[in-house]
């Protein structure tokens, strides 16, 4: 059964950072696509950046240049540094890969905080 728990979010200023983690059992990342996702109070989830297996990175406009996403193999984490955050960067944070998405399979999350 695979699982994946995120972890670092957390209350932060306007123009702060954070480092997101997610570390996955019961899957190797090196091998799949995985993707962080956020979803704000009352909004629907949005995609926020996802890496192939082969490294290629993509990100949402609206973070484009703030945040690098990143993937460690030996530890099977994957990571989002986030700076410069806005208020409008506040919401629930999941990672996930399309497998786990395709069945509704969310793991517990990581909240961020951005106050203005």
């Known amino acids: 059964q695979v699982h994946l728990v995120e972890s670092g979010g957390g209350l932060v200023q306007s123009g702060g950072s954070l480092r997101l983690s997610c570390v996955a059992s019961?899957?190797?990342?090196?091998?799949?696509?995985v993707s962080w996702y956020r979803q704000a109070p009352g909004a629907q989830r949005e995609l926020v950046a996802t890496?192939?297996?082969?490294?290629?990175?993509t990100y949402v406009d609206s973070v484009k240049g703030r945040f690098t996403m990143s993937r460690d193999n030996a530890k099977n984490s994957v990571y989002l540094q986030m700076n410069n955050l806005h208020p409008s960067d506040t919401g629930m944070y999941h990672c996930?890969?399309?497998?786990?998405?395709?069945?509704?399979?969310w793991g517990p999350g990581t909240q961020v905080t951005v106050s203005s």
């Open positions: 996930n890969t399309p497998g786990l998405v395709a069945y509704n399979d």
């Open positions: 019961g899957l190797i990342f090196s091998v799949n696509t």
């Open positions: 890496l192939a297996p082969y490294g290629e990175i």
